[in-house]
C-alpha cells in the first residue's frame, strides 16, 4: 500500500471502544490489507453505530500460526481466548495488525455523511484501501 493511501477496516461496535479506551492495542484478523508499519487506519463502526469514529497508526504487523500469536497477542486484543478460537478456527494464519497513535473523531462520520461525500461509498465487509486525497480529519480529533 502506498504511503498516499489509507486503509478503512470495519470493526465492531464493542471492539472499536476497546480500541478508543486503549484496552484494545490489537487488531486480529484473518486476512490481512496490504499494510505496513506507519500506515493510516481509519476505523469505520459498523451496525448499528455505521460511522467513520477515529483512525490510529500501525505499529507493527505480526504474521503466525493462531496458536503463536495468542501467546504475542492475546492479552492485547481485547478479545477472550474462546472468542479467538472460534474466530481463528480452520485458519491455519493470523495476523495481528499493533496499533499505535490512536485518534478518536470528537464528531463521528455517519455512513449517510460518507455516501454523500464520497460518492459511490459502501461500507466494507472487512477492509477497503481509501486514496488519502479523499482523507481528511477534524483537527480537533480527541485521543
Given at each position: 500500500m502506498s504511503s498516499q493511501n489509507a486503509v478503512l477496516l470495519s470493526i465492531r461496535p464493542k471492539y472499536a471502544q476497546k480500541i478508543f479506551n486503549g484496552t484494545k492495542t490489537v487488531e486480529l484478523r484473518r486476512t490481512?490489507?496490504?499494510?505496513?508499519?506507519g500506515n493510516l487506519v481509519l476505523v469505520y463502526v459498523s451496525s448499528p453505530v455505521k460511522a467513520l469514529a477515529g483512525f490510529f497508526r500501525i505499529s507493527?504487523?505480526?504474521?503466525?500460526?493462531?496458536a503463536r500469536l495468542w501467546r504475542l497477542v492475546g492479552p492485547d486484543a481485547g478479545i477472550s481466548k474462546a472468542e479467538f478460537d472460534n474466530y481463528y478456527s480452520?485458519?491455519?494464519i493470523g495476523f495481528g495488525i499493533c496499533i499505535d497513535r490512536v485518534r478518536r473523531?470528537?464528531?463521528?462520520?455517519?455512513?449517510?455523511?460518507?455516501?454523500?461525500?464520497w460518492p459511490g461509498f459502501l461500507p466494507p465487509q472487512s477492509f477497503c484501501y481509501i486514496g488519502r486525497p479523499k482523507v481528511?480529519?477534524?483537527?480537533?480529533?480527541a485521543r
Open positions: 490481512c490489507p496490504r499494510v505496513q508499519k507493527q504487523i505480526i504474521k503466525e500460526t493462531p480452520g485458519a491455519a473523531l470528537n464528531n463521528p462520520v455517519s455512513l449517510e455523511w460518507l455516501k454523500v461525500k481528511r480529519f477534524d483537527s480537533q480529533a
